[in-house]
Each structure stands twice: as C-alpha cells, then as structure tokens.
C-alpha cells in the first residue's frame, strides 16, 4: 500500500530560467502582439492593459526589483529540490500540461497518464532566428547535447488509470512519445531544474489546460485530485509517493487577486473554493492553476506548511508571472 507523503507547487516560467536583465526583453514580446487575456480573460491588447494599469506597476519592474525577485525565485527552487531529495521517495507523480508538444488538434485529451517504462528529453530545436535570450530560456528544460531517458514507474502509471477508471474517470493513456520533441516542458522542468540531487521514477499526468473545448474544470480538478490519493493508497510497490503540480500560476497578465485566492485555499484546504475558481480566469497561461487544485485535491489529507509567493511583473502594463512555490507535508 502506497501513501502520497510529499506534494509541492512550484511555476515553471521561462522567466525562471532567465537572469533579471532578460525580463525587459520578454516583456517585448508581450508589446509586439502576443495574444493577451485581461484579468477577466477577455482578449485584450498590450494597450488595452497598459491603459488600465496600476501606475505603482512601474516600480516593481525597477532593475533592482527585478534582480531581487529573480533571486527569491530561484532560493525557492532550491528549497523544494532539496525537500523532493529529503524525501526520499519510489515515485513522483507531476501533474503538467502539453503545449502542442506531443498533443495537437488531431488528439487533445483531456485527462491522460503516461506509463511507458521510460521518457524521454530532448535537446532543444529552435529556429536559428531565435533571439538568444528566448533561446537560452527554453534550453533549461532541454538536455544539453544529447537525449536522455528518465525512468518511469510504469506500474503505478497503470495502476493509476485502472484505478481512475474504476473512480469514474476516463482518463486516456500512452506508453511511448510519438514526437520528436520529447517529455515536454512541464516534465522537463522537474527533470533539469528540480531533480539536482538524484532522479525519481516519475509517472507523468498531462491535464489540457490551455486549448478549450476539452479544458477540466476546477472541480473535476480537485475530485481528480482525490481520486489519485484514493488510487495511491491501494498501489502495491510504491510506498512512499509524492505529487507536483507543475507550471503557474497566473500569466501572462498577472492577477495578484485569483493567485493570493488559490494560495490561500489551499492553505486552508478549501476544496470548494478551489473548485469554485472562475473557469473563465483559467485559460492563456494562467490556465495551468489548474494543475495546483489537482494537486491540493491529493493533498487534502497534508498540511500546507509552507508557500511563497512572489509576482514578477516585467512591464509597466503588469504582464509577467505571478511565481507560486507550496509545500504540503
């Protein structure tokens, strides 16, 4: 019998993997044109937020705001790649999201689990007209020179879709990448940045969170959430489990409000208001809170001992990442 004993939150922006002096350079895309949702997740231009701004945004994209915030982000990382090796842990199970990196409009599901014996990473490939900068931040969840395979627990991946099934949830599934393009971000994150001090058999979940009509709502998050615990606790071989929300929370139009609202709840371990979340805040970016209620949902039985929460804007126009850390144990 298995027991989920470690969670953790943790964003996964590029910004992240980028030194302070490259947020103004981010922030430029986000000025050529970048699609943008308003706080209320209404399309809107880089004009239109910049018009309706907070004016004291301009002093917390100061350089010395920025370094001060990057540095922060980065010593939090830290402490949960360290929390994850204290753990010692048989799996970990990371609830992410694919961005058209393995699952396009010809199969989009909703709900899958991965249960292949391994995964794989991949070098990145990137147009040679990249910019170096954007370049440089979306390596970090890359391999460096060559492709590695990081090992799954293929057992409790199955174990996990019999045990949804059973629970009412049809989720699909995979044993193998079709793309070329590797694990993905999401996963690739915890591999490169997280996992410093030794690898963890992962199962990977993969939630549609960005690309509507098929996006889980909140509360299907949470119960699913429940029912990963539930299926933990009848696994055979892997005892002592944890679960990761990976990416968040909200971008690229950061909303202090709905982040504080979702770090709060799951303080509290208040299941119904995160299930309540607006579903119209949940998409662009910030959709990826998605894979936080999931995880407070398997978690609902830890204590949310400790959380920081650090919103980097990059531009006056407040776009950026709010940057959300969490543990429960």
Not at 29 to 43: E, F, N, T, V, W
Not at 69 to 89: E, F, H, M, Y
Not at 193 to 203: L, N, Y
Not at 228 to 239: D, H, L
Request: charged letters at 25%.
């Amino acid at each position: 019998m298995g027991d989920i004993v470690l969670a953790i939150g943790t964003s996964h922006s590029p910004l992240l993997n980028s030194p302070a002096e490259d947020y103004p350079k981010h922030a430029a895309i986000d000025a050529s044109g970048r699609k943008l949702l308003d706080k209320q997740g209404r399309s809107c231009t880089y004009g239109d937020l910049l018009e309706k701004a907070d004016p004291s945004i301009k002093g917390q994209i100061a350089p010395q705001v920025l370094a001060e915030r990057s540095a922060r982000c980065t010593a939090n990382i830290g402490k949960l790649s360290r929390n994850l090796a204290q753990a010692r842990l048989d799996a970990l199970i990371i609830i992410g999201d694919d961005q058209h990196e393995q699952f396009f409009d010809d199969n989009l599901p909703a709900i899958l689990v991965y249960w292949g014996e391994k995964i794989e990473n991949n070098p990145l490939h990137m147009d040679e007209d990249a910019p170096e900068f954007w370049r440089h931040a979306r390596s970090q969840y890359h391999e460096k020179t060559r492709s590695r395979d990081y090992p799954v627990d293929s057992k409790l991946g199955l174990h996990l879709i019999e045990a949804l099934i059973e629970q009412g949830f049809d989720v699909s599934q995979s044993k193998r990448l079709s793309k070329e393009h590797g694990e993905g971000h999401a996963f690739g994150f915890v591999h490169r940045r997280m996992m410093t001090d030794g690898v963890i058999p992962i199962v990977p979940v993969a939630l549609n969170t960005y690309f509507p009509p098929n996006q889980p709502r909140p509360r299907r998050c949470y119960d699913l959430g429940k029912a990963i615990c539930n299926a933990v606790r009848t696994a055979k071989g892997s005892e002592r489990v944890g679960i990761l929300a990976s990416g968040g929370l909200s971008h690229f139009t950061v909303d202090e409000e709905l982040d504080r609202r979702v770090l709060d709840a799951c303080k509290r371990n208040d299941g119904e208001d995160l299930s309540s979340v607006p579903v119209e805040k949940l998409n662009s970016g910030s959709s990826e809170i998605r894979n936080w209620i999931t995880v407070a949902g398997a978690a609902s039985h830890l204590n949310n001992t400790w959380q920081e929460y650090i919103p980097c804007y990059r531009s006056a126009a407040g776009t950026g990442c709010g940057m959300g850390f969490a543990i429960w144990d």
